[in-house]
Each structure stands twice: as C-alpha cells, then as structure tokens.
C-alpha cells in the first residue's frame, strides 16, 4: 500500500481514522480504504448512521451563526476534522470577515487538508495537537496570535467528548477551557448518546469503533449535561441534535429528532458578578 498523492507522508494506511471515516459518512473522498470498510459496516449496523453526521453538521452551522450573531467573533473548534463545505469559518465569516477561527485536530490528513484550505486566509488557522491537553492548546503560538482569550471566545466540542473514555479526562478538558475563558464566552457540545439504541446494535457500532484509535463513550443526557457546569445553557437547553433552533420544518429529521441519538447544547459563561 502506498499513501494517495493527496495524504502526507509517513499516514498509517493499516488502522481506521474518526475524522477520516466522518469524511466518509460526509460524502468526502479523503479517506483510505481501511476507513471506508469500517465505515461500511457501521453503516451496515445502523442505516442513519450518515444523516447522523449530516445532522450534527447541520447544528455547526445553525450554531456558528447563532454565536456569529451574538457579537462573537473568535472560535476555538477542537477535533475539527477534516474540512467539508460548511466550515466554521466560512459560516462565521460570510457574517462577520474578521472573525477569527483556529481549527484543532490530531490527524494529520485533517491537519493537511485544513492548511490547504485556509492558505490566503490570514483570520484562521489550524494546529495539530492533542485536545487532551488543553493547556499547551491555549499556550500555542498560533493560538495566541489569533485569539485574545481576555475577550469572549466559542469553544466548540462537536462529536468530540464522546471519544474520551474517562469521564474525569473529559471533564478536566472541559473545567481548563471554562477556567480560562473570559466572561460572555461560549461553549458549544454535540455528543452521541446510545441509551435508547437497540442493545445489540450499539454493541456492534461502539465494537466497530475501539477498531479506531478513539472508540465511542456513549453517556446520558445528564451526564451530556454535567460538562455545562459553570455555564448558562441558551434557549432551548440541552436537546436532540435537530431539536437546537432548527430552521425550519424541511431541516433533517425536523419531527423525528430522537432518531440522531444524541444531544447538543450551547452554554454561556456568565459575567461576573460584582462584590
């Protein structure tokens, strides 16, 4: 096997990717073949699994322009995958062209493939780095030089906790970025929740992901809620994934939103109050 002309150097062609497998389910074409035999039989397993993607794609944009519209004009988004049409900076900047926008993620297609795209484009960037650590995140210099973290920054964690197992390593990701974002920022989370999910179907997809370096950690919506500690949830609260301000009745799964098996929710950090 050999990397295709469009993979960095050195990729392993032997193990699935979660970000190269989401292009998959996306409909993108940078993705390897190991990808998309797991991906396949995920699919396999559960039908919806790609409109599942698409609908979580669909509550980026409809968020984004939420924050876009809220004054916000810096965006943090950890395990952004690899770009499709709808990024983060496309919807924040078509409302606002100097929002400000740094991609995260730790797969270096994703990382290859985010550069191409933002060349020229001097308000984002991305860095490739473990989001487990989120203090050499804020510490990088790319981070720096794009985001003041003394003013309102939206951190978005879209289908992303749920690829930490221990649930204390992702509640101390999400206690560190809330810890070190100024009053008035933003917290943006989309997470998989299989509770309702045939029993025999959820053990075939969580088995086809610990396949993957980052298998699934399905949790509740309480336990979903639980990392809004210290934030104020926005209108409508913690909610299935088309169920967040959808647009209107011809959005994806408009009157079926349970079918996504999952929530999301947008929380602000309060100012602080005075003394």
């Known amino acids: 096997m050999s990397n295709p002309s469009w993979a960095p150097e050195g990729v392993p062609l032997d193990r699935p990717s979660v ?3 989401y292009d998959f389910f996306l409909g993108g074409y940078h993705n390897f073949a190991i990808d998309r035999a797991v991906a396949e039989q995920v699919v396999a397993a559960y039908p919806d699994f790609p409109l599942i993607m698409r609908a ?8 984004v322009t939420f924050l876009a519209s809220q004054g916000i004009d810096q965006f943090l988004d950890l395990g952004s995958g690899i770009p499709t049409v709808g990024n983060v900076h496309e919807v924040a900047q078509a409302i606002n062209p100097d929002a400000r926008v740094v991609y995260v993620d730790i797969d270096p297609v994703a ?5 191409a795209i933002l060349a020229g484009n001097p308000n984002a960037t991305v860095i490739q780095a473990d989001a487990r650590r989120p203090e050499q995140i804020v510490g990088d210099p790319e981070v720096g030089r794009l985001l003041d973290l003394d003013r309102p920054v939206a951190v978005l964690l879209l289908a992303f906790l749920h690829f930490f197992q221990d649930d204390a390593e992702a509640e101390a990701l999400v206690r560190g970025l809330r810890d070190v974002l100024a009053p008035g920022s933003y917290l ?10 045939p029993t025999d179907v959820r053990e ?3 088995g ?16 979903i809620a639980d990392f809004f500690a210290g934030f104020d949830l926005v209108e409508p609260g913690l909610v299935y994934v088309p169920a967040w301000r959808p647009e209107g009745p011809g959005d994806l799964w408009h009157d079926e939103p349970d079918r996504v098996h999952g929530f999301a929710g947008v929380g602000r950090k309060p100012e602080r109050r005075r003394e």
């Open 19 to 21: 970000a190269r497998m």
């Open 111 to 115: 990382v290859a493939h985010s550069r």
């Open 56 to 63: 979580n794609r669909a509550f980026l944009r409809r968020a």
């Open 204 to 206: 075939r997809l969580e």
């Open 208 to 223: 086809l992901y610990t396949r993957t370096p980052t298998p699934v950690r399905s949790r509740t919506r309480e336990q």
């Open 188 to 197: 943006v989370i989309s997470h998989a929740s299989y509770d309702d999910m």
